[in-house]
């Protein structure tokens, strides 16, 4: 088989069992009576065998098969669920994750797990005696006699017959192929399925004994009979079969069909009803004779096709790339349309600017993508970090199917993790200190995503110990963060955003976990990089919300266009408040700072002339045209010498030799073939 050609959907696949493995597994503790939800998750780990087997991965399948052992034994009542039982399959997992991922990063999927499988199997010995017993009373019924034998020691009825008869004429030879693996085989059912794969290859197979349903869930000792019609010669076969690993012996005997009597009197079947040859084949893992085929047909016709399809995020990137090039494009033509003031060419490019919108509002949703991506494997790491630190934690999830665009769900994972690290630690208390305040000895966290406007936000709430305002304040002077005169005049919210503050942390012990404050100047940034803020509010004794505002996507942008000078600026929509023209006498000045009177509150304002350091090209007038920015709750007053307007722009990054250029987030290119440089207000907003 080449496996290339199925890597990439096995690894997905892969990936999709194990965190329904996990997910299931979070609810089997809450829940350790559901033998509903063992049997998801022996699903999915059966499943993940199986795949693992055919492409090859022994160790994946090995270790996923002696974990199917526990959870066998949990879903017959032969094992009791436990949160000690429950960490040794977690840890399976994870290592069947890093198998994965070494799968994934071109690796071979290799890995020491002999402490995993031996806390395994001790496991599984609790009830060993018993379960070992019915499965070989089990196994004695089908035990298959030695081909050297009588030829009557396999039997067909009279459709099998018929199959073989109808075979013999077309020039197929009739083998049966008894297989023996080895005595020391880990996973017989793999080695089978391994060897039914093989088989496959050169044709098809009319009868196992024992049954395929037998064979699937390891009701055998370690010899099973195959029958199968083919053209290849008995040596080759064998030869083929011997390539799978643990096999001890293959015997292919070519038959007379003619010298096998039928099983079964009672009905004749003829060849006016014998379906086709290749409908008459026993589907591996099938627990229906495959002469059903023509109902599972029709019933496969009733049912709606799949309309869903993977597609490779490359692609989109590729498609997104080219539909960029057709906006600006489109505003070329838009701005030829103005200049020319041609009716019928601004009717078209109309036209096409609507389609191109619809297009547009296409490909975004093609790429966009719930952030239950992301959310999925927090409960999991709160659940161990919580047994680490002696707490007792429960994580709800609200909103985990609002969706982001991909380029975004890749980058919010790690900030995410500071946030949820820090709430465990140093937001929610002890169980013992807890119970001492009045609260439940167990904690909540809240994992919250929501859409507003063109805009996601994703809140981190506890019910915690909440920040103490003097221990930061505290810790930020010791620091050198903020001088000790500049305390008085901070509002509470403004103590909180020092805890974005590089090296600040007010824990008062170096541990594994942080403290508030140490990765939290990391989620900032990163997320100021997305084009997003972060805030955080608290209260004392009641716990502790940060909030995360993302753009919906980072290509394709709504901006002001301004001109400062006779150059011309980008800002974007989501960083205005609104825009105003000010006269020269409501222009004031504080400390050194010239500002404005906005509404009850005093802005700041920028000069983009002066700040950019733009040629100057013309006069500056008594009136100013102003936009008014912000980030968080902070404000600010860009003059600009006049407002284009809006549009819809393609967001360019500045290339490899214009990297970190301060306050500027990247560039575009107008309708008029001019470039416009991108204002990034979170830089210019101190």
């Known amino acids: 088989m080449e496996k290339n050609q199925y890597l990439d959907m096995f690894i997905d696949e892969s990936k999709e069992h194990l965190q329904a493995m996990n997910d299931n597994l979070l609810k089997l503790e809450n829940s350790p009576e559901n033998v509903a939800i063992v049997n998801e ?35 017959n009542h032969k094992i009791s669920v436990s949160s000690d039982i429950l960490d040794v399959v977690f840890e399976a997992v994870d290592d069947l994750e890093a198998m994965v991922l070494s799968i994934a990063s071109g690796g071979d999927g290799r890995r020491d797990v002999t402490k995993v499988v031996a806390q395994l ?29 009588s030829s009557t020691a396999e039997t067909y009825d009279d459709f099998e017959v018929t199959v073989l008869t109808q075979a013999t004429e077309q020039g197929f030879h009739v083998n049966q192929i008894h297989i023996s693996l080895r005595e020391d085989c880990i996973l017989k059912a793999a080695r089978v399925f391994m060897v039914f794969e093989v088989l496959e290859q050169v044709g098809e ?35 083929r079969i011997l390539k799978v690993s643990e096999i001890e012996n293959v015997e292919v005997k070519t038959i ?24 008459t084949v026993e589907e591996v893992g099938s627990d229906k004779q495959t002469h059903n085929n023509e109902k599972n047909q029709e019933e496969k016709a009733n049912n709606p096709a799949s309309k869903t399809i993977r597609v490779n995020i490359e692609r989109l990137d590729i498609l997104m790339n080219l539909f960029e090039e057709l906006v600006i494009d489109r505003g070329r033509l838009e701005q030829i349309a103005r200049d020319l003031k041609s009716s ?17 509002n296409i490909i975004l949703n093609m790429r966009m993508v719930p952030v239950e991506q992301v959310f999925n494997r927090f409960p999991r790491m709160v659940r161990g970090l919580a047994k680490d630190l002696n707490k007792k934690v429960h994580l709800e999830i609200i909103g985990a199917e609002t969706e982001l665009d991909r380029t975004v769900i890749d980058e919010i994972g790690d900030p995410l993790v500071h946030l949820l690290r820090n ?24 994992l919250r995503a929501y859409h507003s406007g063109n805009h996601v936000f994703i809140e981190v709430s506890d019910d915690g110990a909440g920040i103490n305002r003097d221990k930061v304040l505290k810790k930020a002077i010791d620091s050198g963060v903020i001088t000790k005169e500049s305390e008085k005049n901070l509002t509470n919210r403004q103590v ?105 509150s005093v802005v700041p304002l920028i000069n983009l002339t002066d700040f950019f350091d733009v040629p100057k090209t013309r006069d500056q007038d008594a009136y100013h045209s102003i936009v008014i920015v912000r980030k968080g709750e ?19 990054s500045l290339g490899n030799y214009l990297t970190n250029v301060f306050a500027i987030s990247g560039a575009t290119i107008l309708g008029d073939g001019q470039v416009a440089l991108i204002v990034d207000c979170n830089a210019l907003i101190k």
């Open 423 to 446: 709430s465990i630690d140093h937001g929610v208390e002890t169980p013992s200190s807890r119970l001492s305040v009045g609260k439940t000895e167990e904690g909540n966290i809240t």
């Open 496 to 600: 909180y955003e020092l805890l974005f503050s590089s090296g600040l942390s007010t824990a008062d012990e170096i541990t594994d976990v942080s403290g508030r404050g140490v990765g939290l100047d990391v989620v900032k940034n990163k997320i100021e990089s997305l084009g997003g803020n972060v805030t955080v509010d608290s209260v004392l004794g009641e716990g502790t919300t940060f909030s995360i505002q993302l753009p919906l996507t980072l290509s394709i942008i709504s901006v002001m266009l301004v001109e400062v000078q006779s150059e011309k600026y980008a800002i974007p929509l989501s960083s205005i408040i609104e825009t105003a023209i000010v006269k020269d006498e409501d222009i004031l000045a504080a400390h050194n700072q010239k500002v404005i009177d906005f509404r009850g």
């Open 344 to 360: 019928e060419l601004t009717e078209t490019v109309e036209h096409m600017s609507r389609i191109s919108g619809d297009l547009q």
């Open 634 to 652: 902070k404000m600010a007053g860009l003059v600009v010498d006049s407002f284009i307007g809006q549009q819809e722009i393609v967001l360019k």
């Open 256 to 279: 007379d069909i003619n010298n096998y009597k039928s099983t079964n009197g009672t009905e004749k079947v003829t060849e006016d009803n014998i379906p086709p040859l290749k409908d």
């Open 121 to 149: 199997e001790k496991i599984e010995k609790g009830e060993r005696l018993e379960a070992q017993k019915t499965k070989e009373e089990i196994s004695s019924t089908f035990v298959v006699k030695d081909s050297e034998q």
């Open 205 to 239: 197979i009319i009868k196992s004994t024992p049954t395929v349903d037998a064979l699937e869930e390891e009701n055998f000792d370690y010899d099973f009979t195959v029958t199968l019609i083919t053209k290849e010669s008995s040596v080759e076969v064998r030869n």
């Open 41 to 75: 998750i022996f699903r999915s780990a059966h499943t993940l065998k199986g795949m693992a087997a055919t492409m090859g991965y022994e160790d994946l399948a090995s270790l996923t098969h002696i974990m199917e052992n526990v959870l066998d034994g949990i879903r």
